[in-house]
């Protein structure tokens, strides 16, 4: 009877495919899903979701013509992957996808299960075997439901070409078989279906349940909510029968009136316990006289019966091909590119001390190549890509990132590098806390006390030479702590780079055997090299008397002085006449007594105010030319002398050379991880060129279909 079912359904399925384009098309995804394309890219597929006891099973033997359980059992325990493909031979293969949770044993006793029968008399026992694999059977240890994916090929010479996906009901209340823990299970393997952005979901609702205890169309409008590829299921309305209020809700319901979506919904009555053995055709009469003689005769014929349903899943699922295929080919091209940049990283497989060295030695080539270009900010490799809101641009632009941080130092050391800000009488500071700025009449009062305590075999009204040094020495203090900031942004900046240089170049094993067995060490020495030259540059401007040649020196006491000189006369010239120099009218009545008396007693020298100024501004002077000087020199002598221009180098071929085989060894082995990880993208790899290879085909098939219509 099965058997008969089968053949039944097939000859009415195959009109599915009569034309060449849509075989086609349907061909190109069966072949990129028999390859295994499907494991790496989404590929368009129908999935049947719903609730417990939903209907579900009887829907998808409707459509496929393989006899599903209904009651407990297979299907609703873990998802079923119905294949249906066209072939010479009728043919059933059953095989098993094990779940991401399964470890290395199970997963290979799981994929090494291959069910294998001529008809479906067999097919019970070849599921009943899956079952037991898969740990569903037993009482003891045995699991409710399971995250494998049960994959079932049946070909024969007139089956219909399409993907049908039978999903474990989703339920809410737990029992003694079924725990809150496996709802969760189900829940998140039934999403994780849903959100196959190719997947045409058929949400199945039960008319006997309350639509709100039916949570697959809450689900359906979360992960698709404009309806795009959802097609809604009305079941069992003859559950129903004589309920007006239920009815009338449904009847809205599949006229898209509730619970709207883009593809509508549908009405099917499926074969109940007691039609169990009703034939194809028999249940086709059941189905038609229902609808032809209760409420749901006021729907359209096309949404209603199995028939219907088939044309419009045929429809959707051919245009979901059409309009995915280009998406489905970059992606693997996509791929394709991903799995030779990974398995570039990884190198060949390495097991002799020569073959590691090799591999090393490849790495520090490319490695050292790409760091000079990012010292030398030449970004011409794809390395240095940038597009906009890129986050680690500056990660891999190293000179650029360098030379951001640089100027920020310079400013820093401009603004915050002196400890006291010296505001001259009258003007305002710019400095907030009032511990940070000084006026200059009480700085000079300091200064006085200074050159008491520095006394030395100088004239009285004279200053010793010595008290510009204490100054200067008291105002740079800052310095210090601010460069051995930039010292930390600089090196942090360089093993951040070498960091995704490497993670580019190579794999994840070896790129933490080099950062933290070779690389991480090497720039640990290089900032360590990098703070005794801050030190020593530092020292000269702590310890020894202030030495210059620089005539910015007399330039700028100079401008300080005049300004102040300028600033003070102009006070006493409104004193005197509310004038200034600049503001004063070419003709004027005053009082020129007054006026010159205001100008004498103003300008009257005093010798140790002048001593103390002058102390003052050139301290002032002098640290803006140590200031000037000590900034370069961080830069050039110390920041790329002794850390950028080396960076070359930590990881050199010459470097690699001189590895002894215990270095070779730590850094150069593979773990386990690693050789797992190729053989994965080798097997990704072969998969996916071998789906390019078809597309291709079919792109060139299609290319020359549309040449001869043209022609024709």
């Known amino acids: ?133 898969m740990g569903l059977t037993g009482s003891d240890g045995s699991k409710i439901f399971s995250t494998d994916v049960l994959r079932i090929e049946s070909t024969s010479p007139s089956a219909p070409n399409l993907t049908l996906v039978d999903l474990p009901g989703l339920f809410g209340a737990s029992d003694k078989n079924q725990s809150d823990d496996d709802a969760a299970l189900v829940q998140d393997l039934v999403v994780s279906y849903m959100r196959q952005r190719r997947s045409i979901i058929l949400a199945v609702v039960a008319a006997d349940n309350p639509f709100a205890n039916q949570p697959v169309t809450k689900f359906t409008r979360e992960i698709d909510p404009s309806g795009l590829r959802t097609l809604g299921l009305i079941t069992k309305p003859d559950k129903i029968d004589g309920n007006a209020e239920s009815e009338r809700y449904y009847v809205e319901m599949a006229q898209n009136q509730n619970v709207k979506l883009n593809l509508g919904w549908h009405v099917l009555r499926n074969r109940s316990h007691l039609t169990i053995d009703d034939t194809v055709e028999e249940r086709d009469e059941r189905e038609a006289a229902f609808f032809a003689d209760s409420v749901w005769k006021v729907l359209d014929s096309s949404l209603l019966g199995v028939e219907p ?209 070779h690389i991480q060490p090497a720039l640990h020495r290089l900032r360590q090299n990098l703070k005794d030259k801050v030190d020593e540059l530092l020292e000269p401007h702590l310890s020894i008397h202030p ?7 007399t330039d700028t006491v100079q401008e300080m002085q005049t300004k102040r000189h300028h600033r003070n ?54 640290y803006q030319v140590a200031l000037k000087k000590f900034t370069d020199d961080i830069s050039v002598n110390a920041i790329e002398a002794c850390l950028i221009q080396r960076l070359p180098d930590v990881f050199s071929p010459d470097v690699v050379w001189d590895l002894s085989d215990e270095d070779v060894e730590q850094l150069g082995s593979e773990d386990e991880n690693t050789v797992k990880e190729r053989s994965e993208l080798t097997k990704k790899l072969a998969i996916l060129e071998k789906g390019l290879e078809d597309l291709d085909a079919f792109t060139a098939r299609s290319a020359i279909r549309a040449v001869a219509r043209e022609e024709f």
Not at 78 to 102: C, D, M, W, Y
Not at 423 to 448: A, I, W
Not at 547 to 553: A, K
Not at 571 to 586: E, G, H, N, V
Request: one cysteine or more; glycine letters at 6%; charged letters at 30%.
């Open 1 to 133: 009877m099965a058997v008969k079912l089968a053949d039944d359904i097939s000859q009415k399925t195959s009109g599915f495919i009569q034309s060449d384009n849509h075989r086609d098309l349907l061909d190109i995804v069966d072949s990129l899903r028999s390859h295994g394309v499907s494991h790496y890219v989404d590929l368009p597929q129908i999935i049947v979701c719903g609730s417990q006891s939903s209907g579900k099973s009887s829907t998808l033997e409707a459509l496929s013509g393989i006899a599903f359980p209904t009651a407990e059992g297979l299907c609703t325990r873990f998802a079923t992957e119905l294949i249906l493909r066209r072939g010479n031979k009728p043919e059933i293969k059953v095989h098993i996808q094990p779940g991401a949770s399964r470890n290395n044993e199970e997963r290979a006793r799981l994929l090494s299960f291959n069910g294998k029968t001529k008809d479906q008399d067999g097919f019970p026992k070849i599921i009943e075997a899956a079952k037991e694999a």
């Open 309 to 517: 349903l088939r044309s419009r899943l045929r429809k959707i699922l051919w245009n979901q091909i059409q309009t995915g295929l280009p998406g489905v080919k970059a992606e693997v091209q996509t791929g394709i590119k991903d799995c030779r940049t990974k398995l570039d990283q990884l190198g060949k497989a390495r097991s002799t001390m020569r073959e590691k060295h090799t591999y090393l030695q490849r790495i520090s080539s490319r490695l050292s190549k790409l760091v000079r270009a990012a010292i030398d900010g030449v970004y011409a490799d794809r390395f240095f890509e940038s597009f906009v809101g890129q986050q680690d641009a500056f990660t891999r632009r190293l000179r650029a990132h360098v030379q951001k941080v640089l100027d920020e130092y310079a400013e820093k050391m401009r603004l915050d590098g002196h400890a006291l800000e010296i505001v001259e009488d009258g003007e305002k500071p710019t400095r907030d806390s009032c511990r940070r700025y000084v006026t200059r009449g009480d700085y000079l009062q300091d200064v006085k006390d200074l050159m008491v305590k520095c006394r030395g075999r100088e004239l009285p009204g004279t200053y010793n030479p010595l008290v510009v040094g204490d100054l200067f020495s008291r105002q740079c203090t800052p310095w210090e702590f601010i460069t051995q900031e930039l010292v930390e942004q600089i090196h942090e900046a360089a093993a951040s780079h070498f960091n995704k240089s490497v993670s580019e170049i190579c794999d994840e094993n070896t790129r933490s055997r080099l950062m933290k067995g």
């Open 547 to 553: 030495i210059t040649y620089n005539d910015y020196l």
């Open 569 to 622: 006369f102009d006070q006493l010239s409104i004193k005197a006449s509310k004038y200034t120099s600049k503001r004063a009218p070419t003709e004027a009545t005053l009082d020129l007594q007054n006026l010159l008396s205001i100008l004498k007693k103003g300008t009257e020298p005093n010798v140790e105010e002048y001593s103390a100024s002058l102390a003052a501004d050139v301290a002032a002077a002098y």
